[in-house]
């Protein structure tokens, strides 16, 4: 799953969050998420180890 849009400053605990917060309610689907701005990617572990074996990535360099 891809998707775009999530801005942390807007929630009530603004931290950055982590590939182990997509994990719990996404362990079984890979799952990159790009922030509002365009210049962070969330993803999970599934999705990370997708993307590890890929030389370009078509998210970073599009």
């Known amino acids: ?3 775009r849009g999530w801005n942390q400053e807007v929630w009530d605990d ?3 969050p ?3 917060d997509l ?3 996404a ?3 890979p799952v990159a998420l790009i922030r509002t701005c365009g210049h962070a990617t969330w993803a999970n572990s ?3 180890q997708f993307f590890r074996g890929w030389k370009t990535c078509r998210l970073c360099y599009p």
């Open 18 to 20: 982590t590939k182990e």
């Open 1 to 3: 799953m891809i998707g």
């Open 14 to 16: 603004p931290q950055f």
């Open 46 to 48: 599934m999705a990370l």
């Open 23 to 25: 994990d719990k309610v």
């Open 27 to 29: 362990p079984n689907n």
